[in-house]
C-alpha cells in the first residue's frame, strides 16, 4: 500500500483499494497503522466535482516526521546523506578517504562519527529510522557484509554489525548497483518497474537485473560481476572505462588531470580532449549495453555514467552502437536510458538500500516506530 501513496498521494483510500487489489477495509486498516507510525500524513479534504459528493480525506507519504541515512563507500572517498520518504536528498557529505587502501574500521568509524552532525545539522527534528550502506563488487545483503571489494582490499567486512553498534540504527547493506536498481524502481523510472538492467560505471563498473520488483541477487551474492566484458581485443570493460582508465587515457593523450572529477570538470566546460574521451567511453559502454540487452532482454537498460546523463551526444552515441549491436534491441530511444539519478548518484545508493527495505516492510520491527495501534 505505501508503494501506491508513493506513486500516487496525495490520494483517496478507495483508489489505494483499486490500485493494489486490497478491501476497503484492509486499506483502511494499514492507513491506521501508517498514519500512527508517521509514514503516511492525511491531506485536506476534497469533495465531488462541483461540491457534490461525500468528502474524503487522501493520505500522501509524511515526509515531516522521519528520514534515512546513506552511507555509499567508494575507492577513493565516503558519502553520507539524508533521504526523505519521498526520495529526495536533504543533506550530504563526501570525504576522501585517509589512504590509498583505508582499515575497514577507520572508514565505518568515521561514518558513524559523522553521521551525528550531518543530522544534527540538516534534520530539522526529523528522526533517522535507518541507515544504509552501499558500495561495488560483493555484498551480501543477507549478512550485512562485503564479501569481496578488490580496489580497497575488503574481504569478509562486517558492515551491519559495525555500524549498528556504533550507531543504534539498524543498518542495511547492499551493492550500490542493486541499490540504484531499486531507487529507479521506487522514485526513478517508471518503466524499470517490469524488468531492467542497471550498469553502473565509476572506479568499479558492475550491474545489477531486476524483474517483477526484485533485483536479483545470486547464489554467491555476485550477480553483475561485468568488469571483464569483452570490448574489443584483449580489452575488458572496466580496463577501458573505469574511472582510473579514463584519467590514464587523458595523460596518454597530453592532457593531464589529477583526478576523474578534473577530467569530468574539463568536459562539463566544453573542452574537446575532455568531451571526446566521454564520447568514446559512451561508445565502449554502448557495447556493453548491446551485450547485455541481449542476454536478459530487459524492458529498459539503466546506464549509471555522468556522461550519458551530462552530454546528450554521449547518450546518443551509447544509443547507435546499441542500435548496431544489439540483436534484440529496436527502440534503443526508448529501451536505453540515463540515471534518474545524476549529479547524485552516490548519496541516492547508500540512502536507497534503507529506503527500500522501509517501503518492502513498512509495518515491520522498526525500532523508531511505535504503533499504539
Do not use: K
Amino acid at each position: 500500500m505505501l508503494n501506491a501513496v508513493l506513486d500516487h498521494g496525495p490520494v483517496a483510500r478507495s483508489t489505494v483499494a483499486r490500485l493494489t487489489g486490497l478491501s476497503p477495509a484492509s486499506v483502511t486498516g494499514h492507513s491506521a497503522h501508517l498514519l500512527a507510525r508517521g509514514l503516511i500524513r492525511e491531506s485536506p479534504e476534497t469533495t465531488g466535482p462541483r461540491g457534490l459528493g461525500r468528502p474524503h480525506v487522501p493520505v500522501d507519504i509524511d515526509t515531516g516526521r522521519h528520514l534515512v541515512a546513506g552511507a555509499h563507500i567508494a575507492v577513493t572517498n565516503s558519502t553520507l546523506s539524508l533521504m526523505d520518504l519521498r526520495g529526495r536528498i536533504v543533506a550530504e557529505d563526501r570525504r576522501p578517504h585517509p589512504d590509498i587502501r583505508p582499515w575497514p574500521g577507520t572508514v565505518l568509524d568515521s561514518l558513524a562519527e559523522r553521521l551525528p552532525r550531518l543530522v544534527s545539522a540538516h534534520a530539522g527534528g526529523r528522526s533517522v529510522l535507518a541507515l544504509g550502506v552501499a558500495t561495488g563488487h560483493r555484498v551480501d545483503p543477507g549478512a550485512g557484509v562485503i564479501v569481496r571489494h578488490p580496489q580497497l582490499g575488503w574481504r569478509n567486512v562486517a558492515v551491519r554489525d559495525h555500524l549498528s553498534d556504533a550507531t543504534g540504527l539498524p543498518v542495511h547493506v547492499d551493492s550500490h548497483a542493486r541499490a540504484l536498481a531499486r531507487a529507479e524502481q521506487l522514485i526513478g523510472e517508471a518503466s524499470t518497474r517490469g524488468s531492467a538492467v542497471l550498469l553502473f560505471v565509476g572506479a568499479v563498473v558492475d550491474a545489477a537485473f531486476a524483474t517483477g520488483g526484485e533485483v536479483h541477487l545470486g547464489p554467491r551474492h555476485g550477480a553483475g560481476s561485468i568488469a571483464h566484458l569483452p570490448v574489443g581485443g584483449d580489452a575488458s570493460l572496466e580496463s577501458e572505462v573505469s574511472e582510473q582508465a579514463m584519467v590514464r587515457l587523458a595523460a596518454e593523450q597530453g592532457a593531464p588531470v589529477p583526478s576523474f572529477p578534473a577530467l569530468l570538470e574539463r568536459a562539463v566546460a566544453g573542452e574537446p580532449r575532455a568531451r571526446e574521451l566521454f564520447r568514446r567511453r559512451a561508445r565502449l559502454v554502448g557495447r556493453a549495453v548491446a551485450l547485455l540487452m541481449d542476454m536478459f532482454d530487459p524492458e529498459v537498460v539503466v546506464v549509471v555514467e555522468p556522461g550519458t546523463g551530462l552530454f546528450p551526444h554521449c547518450l546518443d552515441d551509447l544509443r547507435s552502437e546499441v542500435a548496431a549491436r544489439s540483436l534484440v534491441c529496436d527502440d534503443p530511444e526508448q529501451a536505453v536510458v540515463a540515471s534518474s539519478f545524476t549529479g547524485s548518484v552516490l548519496s541516492t545508493a547508500g540512502a536507497a538500500v534503507a529506503l527500500g527495505a522501509l517501503y518492502g516492510d513498512p509495518l515491520g520491527p522498526w525500532p523508531a516506530l511505535t504503533d499504539a495501534s
